[in-house]
Structures are given as structure tokens and as C-alpha cells.
RNA sequence: GGGCAAUUAACUCAGCUGGGAGAGUGUCUUCUUGACGUGGAGAAAGUCACAGGUUCGAGUCCUGUAUUGCCCACCA
């Protein structure tokens, strides 16, 4: 083995070699229980970000467990064709060339933006790939293949026919940038400094006026009325009088209604029925028309009059200025107010009216809001549920027709002779009513639309297949809390209204990535960091775990260079680890266990293996991959490298074979059983690793099977745990008192009565971890330094290594200490609240606990006494 | 305006059903001992945001306050 860990020279090695022997391929078998994870398709446009990072390794981490525990695992892969994101993109693209969309028509649009696909579908795989993601790529999948887009017919039409789709003319938000509606999920709100003004609209047949506030002036050629509250005395008898519209000549009325509040701004509300949802509801009860003044791009259209053609934002300019000539702007107020952005382009969405399909969203809200009441589909941390249900409560109508190209087309098909429309899942080529042409609905679906399938359609519906009825439900969804409206809402429900069967079991969240300040990765601010660059520089290993280690569920997690090198560190200590073992294979047998003579030391590691074996089985079960790893670590660095492979060295150097090969087959068992633990959040290094290993149950760690705990021997870690402790404290004191570490000494040990036997076993250890050159059972007849601890004393022969008055102070710190302890235990004791109350197991701890240290008091006591003398 | 979360060592974070405060990084001291200096050993470092309450006992449970962050919401 190399002596440092080179990922480079091994990561794409094995994940070949993975895949050619198919092992992450997943069939239905009736002989194991299912395990199934979608994954969340990536846009096909996109690059292996760091958000896919941290998403995927959780799911890998998930994945490999559950494969390792004998699952039947399939972790479905697939993209997104991403509708309005990619073609945004291609039309970027074109423009580059001088092109537009209705320069190419929407056919060889079309044809562009496949290829398009091809050329960039794939490269987020080959990266996916590089992370050591074990998707079963057989089934990639894409939400525009033949079988997902017939899904989406399959849904879009049974949703027609129960009534559940309807196209409507409703206020939508619309994006004057892409030029296409979004749905409500879609808008972003940002709060901004803007202002109320304050406009006269003069009284027909007076001199008298009306002064309404607003913060869109430029709508205002679309009023149809101006709203005050019925009870509002000031505005009450001009009621049913009719106003003059600024800037033009036309005549509005003035109408009472409930929807305004009298105590906001002026109490009187211009209504604009065309560009606000609530001005729609009051037209409607007033039975006002719809008057629209802006154009799909956002320009004035041409009932604008002199404003026609301008933009948004310079025709309100221009038409406050003309106001405030006319004396017709009365105030100008400074008013902040939130206002949406389109969450592509970050334009200001304009709400307007406009022709839609929309999804009827309380029938399908019902039952999805009732399967996580009733924990059919359960959150993790269970939080989130709470805004899921928030969100799901006050649902709207979802629209889903997007006016782009790219996407899955509307299936509905208009007749132009009988004016009658057809909605089918075949595609329709003449009007069934009356034999006419029909053309398609020009417009597509929202992305979101086909993504919202994805648990089903990708394993086969609307077929009744055996993948479907053996890996559906899925599993857990993994998924960032951002996400939660836009897809894992919308897959409940989708799931329960077309399987009859929720599509998840859980709903995994976590956090998102944030640099070393804690900001949000953007590429605005440069603070992204490219998980391609890391993986060729550090490993994709040390990547995994410094996004996933130590992180609890739903938390967003910090990433920083300092960060990765740490994990880079682990993975050269594990591989270092592995070093030593096998370099030590050579003149040893490695034996089962059940024919080697275990050490102290040997039942100590096992036993701690066994207990990191179920913390990692906890922790998996409950998807706490961070927990897990963390743990891991622990064990690996601390017990592992720093205490067993330092005990087992006094064994494995000796001169008896026998000897050695005991030490060496509890090193091979306990690092391949860590290697397997650890394989599901770092598979490269440990399968690297594992291959080094001798008389492996499997040709790959992969397919291996999960470690097993099995009761070990709880007495002789305790006991290992004592003899531990001395050689900490006998190191603390020599360093305390500067002794060279590379300077070994005489050790002097004096049990305390009932433990002769445990230091006779750990005598060996404390001689070779606690720099001693020889130990002996008694007390030395010369000046001493002195370790006391409840199990043993410990004399270090001070010779010229010591200074006893440091030595001296040094004891008198160490009993204030134990005076402190035994102050707590009594305390505690003394306290009958405490012996009443408390169970009867802490009690009698306390109780132990007071006598060992009032015992271990009067030894300090003892040596400080004889310090004195020394000095005197 | 509602809702949620966070507040623990200099920094980043763990801390499960209440029973003597933990890790990593950083800092300081020291060591090239035959896996690893991407390392070993040792040390310093915390009124667990604040104020009440429940309890024999609270970082952990309850109430309130403060600060920060996020989400939701049609007050023109």
C-alpha cells in the first residue's frame, strides 16, 4: 500500500468496476423486502452543484446500508427536462447566433433544444458518477421520455375528466421577461422601499374629488371603479357617483364593498380588475368589466393611449409626472411593500389576467393533508410537517400551463369549425364532434407538472407493473427544505390521487449549503465551490463526509477548505491504519476469533466495536447519516488508531507467533468490520481498503454484508477503561513535570485491594503507552511522583526528573480536585429530597462514588504529607 | 401580521426518553518511538442567550424576554 491516501489512483477504477459487475442494478425479488429511493432529477442543463453533493450522499449513504442489510435496493436515477430553466437557456444560447425562438419555429426549436438534451444530459451523470453515486443506471430515466410524457397524458387527462384540470381566465403571475404565467410557488416576494401615491380623481358634476393610494399608478388607465367600505362615513353619499379617470376621459363609478379597509391609506381603492386578484373578485360582484393595459412583455398595450408601448416602469414615470402636472398627484408617501420576482430571471411579475389550465388543488389537498396527520407519509425532523400542512391548508389552484416550447405539449385539441376542444391521451388528428381540423394547445406544462409523478411514473404507470407493485411506495424522499411545495407537496398528492397510495413513506429533509460565513452559495457572490474540483484534488471521499459528518437532520451545513482537509486527514488515518495491518500480515495467521486466545485489550476493542456497531445501526435506521459518520470517526481515530493499534503493538512485535497472528486476526476483523460501517458515506476508500484484506466474505465491500452486534465482554472493557485511565494520568504527569517523552522511566504499581489481578493483565500496556521500561508491583523506597487514581497508585522514581515542588503543587491541584468530586457525591447524599427521590441504581452509584474518592483523598493526602518531608 | 428554528469553548457544530458539559478546527507545550508530522502525547479554554417556573436534580421540560435566521401572508 501507498503511504499516503491517493484517491486519484483508485476512485474511477472502482466505480468501473462497480458497474460492470452490475451491482447496482435492483430487480423485483420476492425473497427480500424492498428498499426504494427516487432520486430528485437533476436539471438537465445543470452541473454537479454542491446542494446535488450533499442531496446524493445522503442517499447513496442510505442506499449502500440498506443494501449491505440485505435489501433488494433501488435508487431510481433520472433529469429533469426543466422546462422554463432550460429554455431560458437555449434561448440565451441562440441569441449568441443573432437567433430567436420565431426565427427557428417551434419545430426546429424543438430539434435544438434535443440536442441540446444530448449534449447536456449526460454530463451531469458522468459527474453524479465521479461522486460514487450507486444509482441503478440502467433505469435512467427522464421526465420527457416516452414513458414519463405518457404518464403525464395518462394524469392530465383522468384529472380533465374528474373535472380536477380546467382552463380558466383567473389572474396569474405573469413573468414579462420569459413571457410565460408561473405558478404561485414560482414567485419570490422581496420587500422594497417604494411609495404610495396619492391621486385626486375628480367627482362627475362637482368641483369635488376622490383621493385614492396606490402603489401600481401605472394601472391605472385599466380602473373600472373606485371601492370604498360601506360604512365608511366620509365616502358615504358618494356612493353610485361617478368619477372622471386621470389621464383619460373615461367614467368610472364609485361602489361600496366590504374588501376595503377604511383605516389603509385613503380608504378609497382604485379597481383594476385586469391586474389584481382581489379587484377581479370585486369586479365580479359589481359586475364591472376587465380592462387590460399591459401587453404579455410587459409594454403598455394600446388602450394605453398616449402610454402605449412604453414600459412598465417608464410609463408609471411619465404618467406620475403628467399627474403632477395637472395638480392631480396630491402626496407622495414613502411605503414599503413586497413585491414578486420571478424565481428564473428575477423580473417583477406582473399579475394579470389571462387564459390558463389550472389544477382544481382542495379536492386533491384532502387526502394528502390527512396522510401526514395520520403519519402515512412522516417528515423527518418533524417539523416540516407543520409547513407542509400550513401550505396544503391554504392552497390555490395551481396553474400549469406555461406559454414555452419546451415541455410536455397541453393535450388538447381545438376544433376551428365546431369550436369545440378535445382533451385525449392519444394525440387527436381530427375533431371528434365534427371531423374538422383541430391544432394543439400551443402551450406546455409546468415542469413541476411531470416531476410530480416521478415515484410512479418512472417505474412504469400507468401500466400495473411488477416494479411498480414491488417498489412502490417508495421508500424516503431525500430532498433540501426549499423543495417542499414545488415537488414533495405536489408527489403526495399526485401519488394518493393516482396510486391511491402515498408515494413515499418519508420525507427526509436537510439543510442547504452554505460557505465558511455561513452565506448562501451563489454564483453572484463567487462563493460556490465546484464539487468536481474537490473531488480532483481531495478525493470524492473526503468531499462526502465533510457535507454529511457531524450534521443533524434538517440543518443547513457550512463547508469551508479548513473542513475538507480535516476529512482528507481522516481518510489518510484510515488508510494508514489499514497500512499498519496489512504490513503486519506478512508473519501471522489470521485466525477466526473463535481460535484466538483474546487479550484484554482485544475484548476491549471488540466490545467497543459492538457498541459503535449498534450506534451506526441506530442511526441509519433513523437516517441520521451525519450521526452516524460521526461516530465512525470517533471510533476510528480514537479508539481504533490511537489505543488499539498502539496495545496490539506490544503483541505483535513479540517473539511467539502465536502472539502475533492473535493480534493481527482481531486488527483484520475489527477493520473490516469499521471499513463496512463506514463504506455507505465513504465507499471509495473502504473498498480500496478492503480488497488489501485477506479472506474477505465478498468479492466487494459493497456487497458485503453489514456488521452484526453480538453481546461481547462488558467486564473487560471496564477494566481496559481503568488500566486507560492510568496511562492518561501517568502521561499528564510527565509531561506536567517535563519529562522528555522520548525519556523512559521505572513504574511502581500499587493496586488497590480487588483490582491485583486487572493490573497484572494491564501492566504490559502501561509500560508500553505510559513510557515506563520496567513495572513493578510494589512501592519504591526513594522519591516518587504519584499517580492516584480508585484502581491503582503509580510511582514514577523522581531520580533527577522531577521537581518536587512542582510535584508538590501539582498534588495539591489534583486533591482539590478529588475534594471537589467528593464534595458533589456527599452533597448529593446529604440531600434527602435526593435518597428519597432518586432511583435506587443512581443512589448507590453516588454512594461508590463517595467512598472511592474519599478513599483516593486520603492517598493524595498521603503523598503530600511525604512530599513535605522530602522538601523538609 | 402570522409561523418555525437557532442561541453550548476563539470558530463550526453534536448532545437520544431530565441524573456529573463533548467533538472537529484553531491556540499553547512537547515528541521525527519501525501505520500515519495529512501524525503522536499533553494542556488551556464554557454563568449551556437572559429571567422566572416545574423537579430531589434542568443544556435537556414549561412560560416570558432579547438577538439572529428562515418560511408564509392579496392591506391597495
Not at 434538517?554 to 482528507?568: H, P, Q, T, V
Not at 453481546?711 to 506536567?736: G, H, N
Request: proline share 5%.
Amino acid at each position: 500500500m501507498n503511504k499516503t491516501y491517493e484517491p486519484k489512483s483508485f476512485e474511477d477504477k472502482i466505480y468501473a468496476d462497480w458497474e460492470k459487475k452490475k451491482y447496482f442494478s435492483a430487480k423485483p425479488n420476492r425473497n427480500k423486502k424492498s428498499f426504494t429511493i427516487v432520486i430528485p432529477p437533476p436539471n438537465i442543463t445543470g452541473q454537479l452543484h454542491i446542494g446535488h453533493a450533499l442531496d446524493d450522499t445522503i442517499q447513496d449513504a442510505i442506499i449502500r446500508y440498506k443494501r449491505m442489510r440485505g435489501y433488494e435496493t433501488l435508487w431510481l436515477p433520472g433529469t429533469d427536462h426543466a422546462a422554463l430553466a432550460t429554455e431560458v437557456k437555449i434561448v440565451e444560447d441562440m441569441a449568441k447566433e443573432g437567433l430567436t425562438k420565431e426565427d427557428l419555429g417551434r419545430e426546429k426549436f424543438l430539434e435544438r433544444a434535443y440536442k441540446w438534451k444530448e449534449k447536456y444530459g449526460g454530463r451531469i451523470i458522468e459527474q453524479f458518477k465521479k461522486m460514487g453515486f450507486s444509482c441503478d443506471w440502467d433505469r435512467l430515466a427522464f421526465t420527457m421520455d416516452e414513458r414519463c410524457s405518457r404518464a403525464v397524458r395518462e394524469v392530465f387527462v383522468n384529472l380533465y375528466d374528474k373535472g380536477l384540470i380546467y382552463r380558466g381566465n383567473r389572474i396569474i403571475n405573469w413573468c414579462p421577461c420569459c413571457k410565460t404565467a408561473i405558478s404561485d410557488v414560482e414567485v419570490e416576494y422581496e420587500s422594497a422601499h417604494s411609495h404610495l401615491w396619492h391621486i385626486r380623481y375628480a367627482i362627475e358634476g362637482t368641483n369635488d374629488h376622490v383621493v385614492v393610494a396606490t402603489t401600481r399608478p401605472e394601472t391605472l388607465l385599466g380602473d373600472v371603479a373606485v371601492a370604498v367600505n360601506p360604512k365608511d362615513k366620509r365616502y358615504k353619499n358618494l356612493v353610485g357617483k361617478m368619477l372622471s379617470l386621470p389621464l383619460c376621459d373615461r367614467m368610472i363609478p364609485i361602489i361600496a364593498d366590504e374588501y376595503v379597509e377604511s383605516d389603509f391609506g385613503t380608504g378609497a381603492v382604485k379597481i383594476t380588475p385586469a391586474h389584481d386578484p382581489n379587484d377581479l373578485e370585486v369586479g365580479k360582484r359589481h359586475g364591472l368589466p376587465v380592462i387590460r393595459v399591459m401587453n404579455d412583455d410587459g409594454t403598455m398595450a394600446e388602450n394605453a393611449g398616449k402610454y402605449a408601448g412604453l414600459d412598465r416602469f417608464a410609463a408609471r414615470e411619465q404618467m406620475l409626472a403628467d399627474l403632477s402636472a395637472q395638480g392631480l398627484l396630491v402626496k407622495t408617501e414613502d411605503h414599503d411593500n413586497n413585491v414578486g420576482h420571478c424565481q428564473r430571471c428575477h423580473a417583477v411579475i406582473e399579475p394579470m389576467i389571462s387564459d390558463q389550465w389550472f389544477v382544481k388543488m382542495k379536492p386533491l389537498a384532502g387526502p394528502a393533508i390527512k396522510a401526514a396527520n395520520d403519519k402515512t407519509v412522516e417528515f423527518v425532523p418533524e417539523r416540516f410537517k407543520k409547513v407542509y400542512l400550513h401550505w396544503m391548508e391554504n392552497i390555490r389552484d395551481w396553474c400549469i400551463s406555461r406559454q414555452l416550447w419546451w415541455g410536455h405539449r397541453i393535450p388538447a385539441f381545438y376544433c376551428d369549425k365546431c369550436g369545440k376542444m378535445t382533451v385525449s391521451k392519444e394525440d387527436v388528428k381530427m375533431c371528434p364532434h365534427c371531423g374538422g381540423t383541430v391544432r394543439q394547445d400551443e402551450d406546455v406544462l409546468d415542469t413541476w407538472f411531470s416531476s410530480a409523478l416521478w415515484p410512479f411514473s418512472t417505474l412504469g404507470y400507468p401500466d400495473k407493473t411488477e416494479d411498480l407493485e414491488y417498489f412502490y411506495p417508495t421508500s424516503v424522499l431525500v430532498t433540501a427544505y426549499d423543495i417542499i411545495f414545488f415537488w414533495v407537496a405536489r408527489m403526495i398528492f399526485s401519488g394518493l390521487e393516482h396510486m391511491r397510495e402515498i408515494p413515499f413513506r418519508k420525507v427526509l429533509i436537510h439543510g442547504l449549503v452554505r460557505d465558511a460565513q455561513g452565506r448562501k452559495m451563489s454564483k453572484s457572490l463567487g462563493n460556490g465551490v465546484d464539487p468536481l474540483e474537490i473531488i480532483d484534488t481531495h478525493g470524492a471521499d473526503p468531499l462526502r463526509m465533510s457535507l454529511v459528518c457531524g450534521v443533524a437532520a434538517g440543518g443547513d451545513i457550512r463547508f469551508s477548505m479548513e473542513k475538507l482537509e480535516g476529512y482528507r486527514n481522516f481518510m489518510n488515518k484510515l488508510w494508514n491504519a489499514a497500512r499498519f495491518v496489512s504490513l503486519n500480515l506478512e508473519n501471522a495467521d489470521v485466525l477466526p476469533l473463535d481460535k484466538v486466545k483474546l487479550t484484554l485489550a482485544d475484548k476491549w476493542i471488540l466490545t467497543k466495536l459492538d457498541d459503535v456497531i449498534k450506534a451506526s445501526v441506530k442511526f441509519m435506521d433513523k437516517y441520521e447519516v451525519g450521526l452516524c459518520a460521526a461516530a465512525l470517526y470517533d471510533f476510528v481515530w480514537s479508539d481504533f488508531c490511537d489505543w488499539y493499534i498502539e496495545l496490539s503493538k506490544t503483541r505483535l512485535y513479540s517473539t511467539e507467533k502465536n502472539d502475533r497472528s492473535g493480534a493481527v486476526s482481531v486488527l483484520v476483523y475489527a477493520l473490516r468490520a469499521l471499513l463496512k460501517l463506514l463504506h455507505p458515506v465513504i465507499p471509495f476508500v473502504t473498498e480500496e481498503i478492503y480488497g488489501e484484506l485477506p479472506d474477505n466474505d465478498a468479492d466487494s465491500i459493497m456487497v458485503s454484508a453489514y456488521p452484526e452486534s453480538s453481546p461481547r465482554y462488558p467486564a473487560a472493557k471496564k477494566q481496559m477503561e481503568c488500566v486507560k485511565e492510568i496511562i492518561t494520568r501517568v502521561r499528564a504527569l510527565r509531561a506536567e513535570m517535563k519529562v522528555p517523552s522520548n525519556k523512559r522511566t521505572a513504574l511502581y504499581i500499587v493496586p488497590a485491594p480487588g483490582s491485583e489481578k486487572l493490573f497484572k493483565a494491564g501492566a504490559g500496556y502501561i509500560e508500553k503507552l505510559a513510557g515506563g521500561n520496567s513495572v513493578e508491583f510494589c512501592r519504591p523506597d526513594c522519591k516518587c511522583a504519584a499517580v492516584a487514581t480508585p484502581w491503582a497508585e503509580v510511582f514514577i522514581p523522581m531520580g533527577e526528573l522531577v521537581n518536587p515542588s512542582a510535584e508538590l503543587d501539582r498534588l495539591k491541584k489534583e486533591l482539590d480536585g478529588c475534594v471537589a468530586e467528593l464534595a458533589r457525591a456527599e452533597g448529593k447524599l446529604n440531600n434527602s429530597g435526593f435518597t428519597a427521590k432518586a432511583p435506587q441504581k443512581l443512589i448507590d452509584e453516588e454512594k461508590a462514588k463517595a467512598e472511592k474518592y474519599a478513599e483516593l483523598k486520603k492517598k493524595i493526602e498521603a503523598a503530600i504529607a511525604e512530599m513535605k518531608n522530602l522538601q523538609a
